[in-house]
């Protein structure tokens, strides 16, 4: 079958590869042809060879979609045909004391599709059906590659952040997961304002029709976002916010837009290291979270929030057949879009 696989460490080295087409040896494993797979940030980082978890050779893609077409034996809920979404755990040593509280993002030993695990940029994959998840019936294959980043959302904002109705949340970062954190903070009764630069002003468009109260261009408009959050918040600052974005100042712009008391989450990676005025945290009791990935508690409550239409994710996407995946990475790259999505048999 063919696959996209990350050939050795270093700048590049991907190709499309005719590989071993993957069968099924355990008795609960489920057998897919892949219909759709989601290019993330991270696989961007991969084709240049700057990710840290990444081992090579292997095939990318940790966001994918697919049509069972094998199953063991002991597999019974899922059947030849059943549309369903693979998380991208493939293993974890079950036995950690993160493993056992269920907390399996945090497993050391985690094993990951598109990083040290066969990925979702191939005609077929196999995976134990606990990491594999039904897809909502009214969820296309194309929408659904975006269950993965929606879950990392759904374990961010949902999970590990207090979000209450009435809250002030600003978003930082327009990209997928600020666009899917920004629906999320709407769908538990939170304003959002999205924050973005000059280069997002599709995207900042695109968050206001998702629901964003208030949409600020910071290059132009900085004076425009302290006067929303003064007339907000009584001059008082955010209750939350959510870091999406990997650019340092922007870390620096949530800390000093976050109420005393308020919490800050990151999801985005910086790739270095920042620094911020670490007393601040004393001084206005902040709590700063941060966010790994995504495990089962998510995926169960994100699903049903793209099958309740609370949460859309069709207008991120711009999807091509695999074979253009140079140009679908370059656009990923460029944010000439927000989300490509590749379609391996195409
Ligand atoms: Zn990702
Ligand atoms: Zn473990």
Redesign the pocket.
Known sequence: MKALVKLEVGEGKVSIKDVDEPQITREDEVKIKVKAAGI???DVEILHGKDALFRPPVIMG??FTGEVVDVGDRVKELKVGSRVVFEPTVGICGDCRYCRSGRYNLCSNRLIAGFSAPGGFSEYAVRRQRYVHKLPNKVSYIAGALC??LA?CTHAVLELTPIYPGDIVAVIGPGTIGLLSLQLAKASGACPIVIGTSKDKLRLDLAKRLGAEYVVNIDEEKETLSGIIKDLTEGCGVDVVIGCCGAPESFGLGIDILRKGGHYTQIGLFTRDVSFPIDKMSYHELTLQGSFGQKNSAWNRALPLLEKGLVDTLPLVTSLPMSKWEEGFKMAETKQAIKVVLEPGE
């Open positions: 993330c940030g991270t940790h966001e993965e980043p990392v």
